[in-house]
């Protein structure tokens, strides 16, 4: 049992410590709704990753190796989303907007040289233009 909590700790954060930083992060504050929530993230998240100056992560974005992963000024990640940064991470760039649902991996269990995600400035990510009404149906 000890082995299998080990080799999930480790699929999410570097260390134990980490772990339960970046988690006890998330938890208190992942869930806040609206601006008081964004504002709230702002602040709290870069206590377990790299922010340049503001960036607003909405509601319900999951985060997996939150050490591994830098939001450059004004990056915008929307609910949904899901970030998993292993080592080489997500470096996204100032004013990228990461979309609803949009899921960026690096899994690199074999060592690769180069495997991390760049995005670049004022890239968009994921998403298109329509959207969910809540019934089921995609609007205009």
Known sequence: MLSALHY??????????????????LGLC????????????????????????FAAVESGVRISFAENIRLG???YLDRGA?????PGGIDIGDEAFI?????LHVFNFRDLPHAFI???RRTFVGGDD???DGNGDQGD
């Not at 999410?12 to 988690?23: D, I």
């Not at 702002?42 to 206590?47: C, D, F, I, V």
């Not at 899901?82 to 292993?86: D, E, G, I, K, S």
């Not at 979309?99 to 899921?103: F, G, I, L, S, T």
């Open 118 to 120: 760049r995005i670049g």
């Open 82 to 86: 899901y970030l998993h940064a292993c």
């Open 30 to 53: 992942g869930w806040v709704p609206s601006v008081p929530g964004i504002a709230l993230r702002s602040l709290a998240y870069r206590l377990i990753m790299r922010v340049d100056g």
């Open 8 to 25: 999930y700790v480790r699929g999410h954060a570097s260390s134990l410590r980490r772990y339960l930083l970046q988690e006890l992060i």
């Open 73 to 75: 000024r004004r990056a």
């Open 130 to 132: 329509r959207h969910d």
């Open 99 to 103: 979309m609803h649902n949009a899921e």
